[in-house]
């Protein structure tokens, strides 16, 4: 059993009851084949809680400057997280990013970059559209809706993936297809509020 696993089962043990997480819609997570998994980001908290719920082992990126602290970049190396510069266009994570989805795995995304400070959505970055149109990944919406207080409901929604065949074509800009991605992300929030 890889580290991985473990600290899924570890995190899992603690979360599902201590937040009474609900998931739903975790059928629409392809079970082969590249898929990027697209969320809000409310937490700090929301990397494992999406990691624990997909049924798909998920590689994340995260800040750069967690792989400076001692464990916590150990740790996050050990569990398929990889470095990003934030702030700017980081060429090693984007080849990262789509050497995981070509090798059919799972990328997950927070597309507004940053989490939200007041819950609300946030306006996404183009990196989540860069990485839908530059692979073959099926594009997986995802709402974590509630506040992370113990004992209260926080539920996980997977959406359906987004036909994504017509911004192909149609050569959508990066941008275009974040804010695709964004709509879809805050329709699975309006509907299971």
């Not at 464990?71 to 934030?86: D, E, H, M, T, Y």
Request: with cysteine.
């Amino acid at each position: 059993m890889n580290l991985y696993k473990i600290a899924k089962s570890v995190v899992a043990l603690i979360f599902y009851p201590l937040y009474r997480i609900k998931v739903i819609g975790k059928e629409n997570v392809p079970n082969k084949g590249p898929v990027i998994i697209c969320s809000n980001h409310i937490s700090n908290l929301d990397p494992p809680v999406v990691g624990i719920t997909s049924p798909r082992d998920i590689s994340f990126m995260a800040k750069d400057e967690l792989f400076e602290k001692p464990f916590i970049g150990w740790l996050l190396s050990n569990i398929q997280a990889f470095p990003v510069k934030r702030g700017m266009s980081d060429r090693n994570a984007l080849r990262k990013g789509l050497a995981t989805l070509k090798d059919g795995h799972t990328l997950g995304l927070f597309p507004e970059g940053t989490r939200s400070k007041t819950g609300e959505l946030g306006e996404p970055l183009s990196g989540a559209g860069f990485f839908a149109l530059r692979s073959d990944a099926v594009i997986v919406p995802c709402a974590i809706i509630g506040t992370y207080q113990p004992l209260k409901q926080l539920k996980v929604v997977y959406g359906q993936p987004i036909p994504m065949e017509e911004l192909r074509t149609s050569k959508a800009t990066a941008k275009e297809t974040a804010d695709v991605i964004m709509s879809e992300i805050k329709k699975l929030i309006d509907f299971n509020k």
